[in-house]
């Protein structure tokens, strides 16, 4: 399967400890929007699981969320790239939901609404808890080192067994290459 999964904030844009709340807020982290084109112009489908506690916190709403990705859908474009379909987890920390990463519910919501496996499809993020719902579910992660990245290498919290790249574009080219 053809098809990469990929974390938002922090892979495709530059992350926010304070939450990435309005569309100005969202910025593209250089080159990851030519190097999801890339992938889709190697016939890869391009889908997004991400986190986003700020709704249940009340950060941002719904609409403002919407917003968020107009924008990235839009930036996108200009590059030919196209995200088939964004899958996130609005609750918090302590809601208990099934679906907030180190969880593998997203992933598994990506499985059911597109009837496939995503066992050893490769998922990029930059977050520990990324990896763990990537192995959970049988992916193959990666890491890299933008957003929490290189804060997460440095404290060794990620197994020394994950690939790390320097930011999407190089993971997308190591992928590329790889065949
Ligand atoms: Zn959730």
Redesign the pocket.
């Given at each position: 399967m053809k098809l990469i999964i990929l974390d938002r904030d922090g892979v495709i844009n530059e992350d926010s400890d304070d939450y990435i709340k309005t569309e100005q807020e969202w910025q593209a982290i250089p080159g990851s929007l030519q190097a999801i084109a890339r992938l889709n112009h190697h016939g890869y489908r391009v889908i997004v699981a991400t986190n986003q506690s700020g709704l249940a916190r009340g950060k941002l709403t719904l609409k403002e969320f919407n917003k968020i990705h107009r924008k990235m859908h839009t930036h996108l474009s200009q590059y030919g790239g196209v995200i088939e379909a964004v899958f996130f987890?609005?609750?918090g920390p302590d809601?208990g939901?099934t679906?907030?990463k180190p969880k593998p519910?997203l992933f598994m919501e990506i499985e059911k609404r597109l009837r496939i496996s995503l066992h050893d499809v490769i998922a990029i993020g930059d977050r520990l808890s990324d990896i763990e719902a990537a192995l959970a579910i049988g992916s193959k992660p990666l890491l890299v080192r933008t957003g929490k990245g290189q804060r997460q290498i440095d404290q060794g919290i990620i197994p020394g067994d994950i690939p790390i790249y320097n930011d999407l574009a190089h993971a997308t080219s190591a992928i590329l290459e790889a065949g």
């Open positions: 987890c609005p609750h809601d939901c679906c907030r519910g």
